[in-house]
Nanobody, 112 residues
Framework: QVQLVESGGGLVQPGWSLRLSCAAS????????MGWYRQAPGKERELVAGTASDGSTNYADSVKGRFAIFNAKNTVYLQMNSLKPEDTAVYYC????????WGQGTQVTVSS
């Protein structure tokens, strides 16, 4: 069973950057369409960034131009720049289809 482990979250001020990481043993991420999701308090989990096995990427309008998803050394990253308070959420990685069991996520809090 795939176990996803997200890391890299934290408390940052508006305008700062963070890089989230997602790792799993026994999985070659590049063979799957992978995504980063987030869930803010009281809201549904949403997909904010996705990458396909052909390397193409897509982003939610709310993060376009600020976030970037990429794979390196079998780790899926989410580079988040120009963070806003509304980016505050627990962030998760997973496939974009045929979801695996969710990991514990990593908390991102953007606050002054």
């Amino acid at each position: 069973q795939v176990q996803l482990v997200e890391s890299g979250g934290g408390l940052v001020q508006p305008g700062w950057s963070l890089r989230l990481s997602c790792a799993a043993s026994g999985v070659i991420f590049s063979t799957y369409g992978m995504g980063w999701y987030r869930q803010a308090p009281g809201k549904e989990r949403e997909l904010v960034a996705g990458t396909a096995s052909d390397g193409s990427t897509n982003y939610a309008d709310s993060v376009k131009g600020r976030f970037a998803i990429f794979n390196a050394k079998n780790t899926v990253y989410l580079q988040m720049n120009s963070l806003k308070p509304e980016d505050t959420a627990v962030y998760y990685c997973n496939r974009v289809v045929r979801i695996w069991p969710w990991g514990q996520g990593t908390q991102v809090t953007v606050s002054s």
